[in-house]
Structure formats: structure tokens, C-alpha cells
T-cell receptor, first 114, second 115 residues
Framework: DTAVSQTPKYLVTQMGNDKSIKCEQN?????MYWYKQDSKKFLKIMFS???????INETVPNRFSPKSPDKAHLNLHINSLELGDSAVYFC?????????????FGPGTRLTVL | AQSVSQHNHHVILSEAASLELGCNYS??????LFWYVQYPGQHLQLLLK??????LVKGIKGFEAEFIKSKFSFNLRKPSVQWSDTAEYFC?????????????FGTGTKLQVIP
């Protein structure tokens, strides 16, 4: 059984388009995250939600809008895509978001903006 | 703000060689430390973590890491690597805020093991 799943796995699109990436976890966790991994493999947190509430919102352009319809889902919508948005986006979840909780990662979505 | 440095960007070893990957963090308070691994084409998964107690932590697949508070370090070790250990290794520190974790990752070390 897949613990944290993301769709799509690959996404190729033109500049200026709007796209969404979906994430679902079946672990019963309360906290979910979005990370961006750039071409140099640097992994940086973007957002964190706990029980559908936003708790971490890093310095991310407001073209990026996360949405959590329930605690098992955290989707990422990106408006007006730019070349610099090309990256691998990872979703993750943890039990309760506490300091010692392990994060479980999804397989990643490779976004390419042309 | 917390930060993590991994000084080795690319390490190439022969099978059976010993491994040590460096990780240094910058944060003045209590930290929790993690090592994650990303095998080719796969997602990140936890190797081991430290949050209290014995500073020598043992993880999966024969990996261990030692937390040295005075050096702000959490180096990853394995006495004898295998070809299957070829992967990207990420050190991470979690200092958090408001009771919730905020994990900062290092830039990763790519390990290539030659058969």
C-alpha cells in the first residue's frame, strides 16, 4: 500500500499556465508538508498543514496556493507558472508534526516549465 | 535561523570501504537530527534520527550517526558500504516553532559505490 502518493509524477507545461499537484496520505497522519527540490537537490520546505490548518508558510510566491480539503489530502496549485518553478515537488506527512516525528515522503512530482 | 551544511557533495567509494559523511548544523537551542536517504528514482526515506539519549544512533541497513553537541555535528557512518548504498544522503535538523516541526535539509551528498 502506498503511504504517501502524489499525482502526477511528471508534469510538463508552458509558462503562464496554471497547474495542480495532488497529494494523499493513508497513514492517518495529522500533518502534511510540501517541499521543493531544485536542480542542485536542495530541499526546501514550502508549506505545512496540521489538521487542515496552515502552520508553516515559508517565503513562497503567492502564485503557490496549498489547499487541504481534509487531513489526508494536501494539494498544491500553482498559478502563472514560471521557468524558475521547474523542480521536483515532494509531499510529506508526519504523525502530529511534533519535533521528533518522522516525515514520510511521497515519490515526488517533476515539474518542467517550458 | 537553523541551517545545515553537508560538505561532501559527491563521494565515490569502492565496495567494502568505510563511509563517513559530514553534517554540521547551526542552531542554538535543542535540536532533533535526521538522516534521510534517496535511492535513485525513489522517494526520501528515514535512515535514522536523534532527539535525546545516547548520542550514537543506529539506523537501518547498518548505518549509524553520532551527535557531537560541542561540534554541532551529526556525521553518518557505515563500516562497509555496498553497491546498493548508492544514493543521495540528506542530513536534516528540526528546531521547529510554536510546537510544530520545521525541518531544514542540507544540500545532500551523492554517494556512488563502485562494485
Amino acid at each position: 500500500d502506498t503511504a504517501v502518493s502524489q499525482t502526477p509524477k511528471y508534469l510538463v507545461t508552458q509558462m503562464g499556465n496554471d497547474k495542480s499537484i495532488k497529494c494523499e496520505q493513508n497513514l492517518g497522519h495529522d500533518t502534511m508538508y510540501w517541499y521543493k527540490q531544485d536542480s542542485k537537490k536542495f530541499l526546501k520546505i514550502m508549506f505545512s498543514y496540521n489538521n487542515k490548518e496552515l502552520i508553516i508558510n515559508e517565503t513562497v510566491p503567492n502564485r503557490f496556493s496549498p489547499k487541504s480539503p481534509d487531513k489526508a489530502h494536501l494539494n498544491l496549485h500553482i498559478n502563472s507558472l514560471e521557468l524558475g518553478d521547474s523542480a521536483v515537488y515532494f509531499c510529506a506527512s508526519s504523525r502530529a508534526g511534533g519535533y521528533t516525528d518522522t516525515q514520510y515522503f511521497g515519490p515526488g512530482t517533476r515539474l518542467t516549465v517550458l | 535561523a537553523q541551517s545545515v551544511s553537508q560538505h561532501n557533495h559527491h563521494v565515490i567509494l569502492s565496495e567494502a570501504a568505510s563511509l563517513e559523511l559530514g553534517c554540521n548544523y547551526s542552531y542554538g537551542g535543542t535540536v532533533n537530527l535526521f538522516w534521510y536517504v534517496q535511492y535513485p528514482g525513489q522517494h526520501l526515506q528515514l535512515l535514522l534520527k536523534y532527539f535525546s539519549g545516547d548520542p550514537l544512533v543506529k539506523g537501518i541497513k547498518g548505518f549509524e550517526a553520532e551527535f557531537i553537541k560541542s561540534k554541532f555535528s551529526f556525521n553518518l557512518r557505515k563500516p562497509s558500504v555496498q553497491w546498493s548504498d548508492t544514493a543521495e544522503y540528506f542530513c536534516a535538523v528540526n528546531a521547529g516553532s510554536g510546537g510544530y516541526q520545521k525541518v531544514t535539509f542540507g544540500t545532500g551528498t551523492k554517494l556512488q559505490v563502485i562494485p
